[in-house]
């Protein structure tokens, strides 16, 4: 059988190497010739941008940085950026604060160095985010992908366990999506099914040993193959329903997407079967919700939407602005009950094996 398909591989620069942080971004400073620096950081991972800053010199500090970038904080920063003259943009912290720079660089282009300190993988792809009156929008523009990531294993060393695993497993969630994807093709599902081995083999790692890198370089690997996979294939149901739930009810990012997981491939996994085996194949298992559950259950990972705050008085609300925008592509016709059920399982927290009947 011929293969047929186009695939767009996006450019950017990767430097990757445990405790060579500073050293790179002071490198590719100096390459790109920036003059006037500003780095966004939020308050928690204000330490660590300044370690990681030491050999640069930086024109402005800036720390309002808020989970979906809301558009008045995107507006705060796009104005604190014009008003210093600034020329790189230099993001240290997870998705949140590589989301606002991104939102900065969508309206100024001013280019971003990312320097990601989660596995939440924003910082390979060129799609950006703002929420404006609780609706998120999510759009493509190259201008936003970062010119290059810097990845430091040791620069995850301080993020708590549980959040180094609903952070993975977001990175997972970018993996499985991409499989059914509105852009899939053999190089997205290679680049995925890798992604899920490497996230299954280092978040346990991490969990047995939080202290250690050898598990933190893996999901740091595992989520830049996960996010470079997702830029190319495209956004798929997974993320769609996790977008509304977290712009319209506010749900924690990185928990959403770990919650709501397992229900998406239960629901999508009978109707395609060359994404269920390779999954499953990158699990090392027979089947791929198997998979994906004996790894939560290893991670005591999030269960219930409702552990976070949503409420069953919002899936109406939830259903009715996700079907829009559910993709043509999804192996599998998605209507107004389906997904009812669906994310009425995920709010309580039902086996997900519900769904593969439904």
Not at 122 to 132: F, H, I, M, P, Q
Request: with cysteine; net charge negative; proline share 5%.
């Amino acid at each position: 059988m011929s293969l047929t398909f186009e695939h767009v591989t996006l450019g950017q620069r990767v430097l990757f190497g445990t405790g060579n942080a500073a050293a790179n971004l002071a490198a590719e400073v100096a390459r790109l010739g920036a003059q006037r620096v500003m780095v966004i950081a939020s308050d928690f991972e204000t330490d660590i941008a300044r370690t990681v800053a030491t050999g640069i010199e930086v024109a402005l500090w800036h720390h309002d940085v808020v989970m979906h970038v809301p558009i008045e904080t995107a507006e705060k920063a796009r104005a604190a950026a014009a008003g210093h003259g600034i020329d790189l943009l230099v993001s240290v912290g997870g998705g949140s604060t590589t989301g606002l720079a991104k939102a900065v660089a969508m309206t100024t282009r001013i280019p971003v160095i990312a320097v990601p300190t989660t596995y939440a993988g924003s910082e390979a792809t060129n799609v950006w985010g703002l929420t404006e009156a609780s609706r998120k929008t999510t759009g493509v523009d190259d201008a936003v992908l970062p010119v290059t990531v810097i990845y430091d294993a040791a620069l995850t060393l301080s993020l708590p366990v549980d959040m180094s695993v609903a952070s993975g497993l977001n990175g997972m969630a970018h993996c499985i999506d991409s499989m059914w994807a509105p852009h899939m093709d053999p190089i997205n599902a290679a680049l995925s099914a890798e992604g899920i081995r490497a996230l299954s083999s280092g978040l346990p790692l991490i969990v047995d040993d939080p202290t250690g890198t050898e598990g933190r370089e893996q999901a740091l690997y595992g989520a830049y193959l996960s996010a470079v996979a997702f830029a190319s294939a495209g956004s798929g149901l997974h993320h769609k329903i996790c977008h509304v739930l977290g712009g319209t009810f506010n749900l924690p990012h990185a928990q959403t997407h770990a919650t709501v997981l397992p229900y998406v491939l239960a629901f999508n996994s009978p109707f395609a079967a060359d994404a269920e085996a390779r999954i499953a194949a990158a699990f090392g298992t027979a089947d791929a919700l198997t998979g994906l559950q004996n790894l939560r259950k290893r991670l005591d990972a999030p269960k219930a939407l409702s552990d976070y705050g949503f409420t069953a008085d919002g899936i109406a609300e939830a259903v009715t602005v996700i079907l829009p925008a559910v993709p043509a592509s999804n192996p599998r016709a998605v209507t107004a009950e389906n997904l009812s059920r669906l994310v009425q399982a995920a709010l309580t927290g039902e086996e997900p094996q519900v769904l593969l009947d439904l």
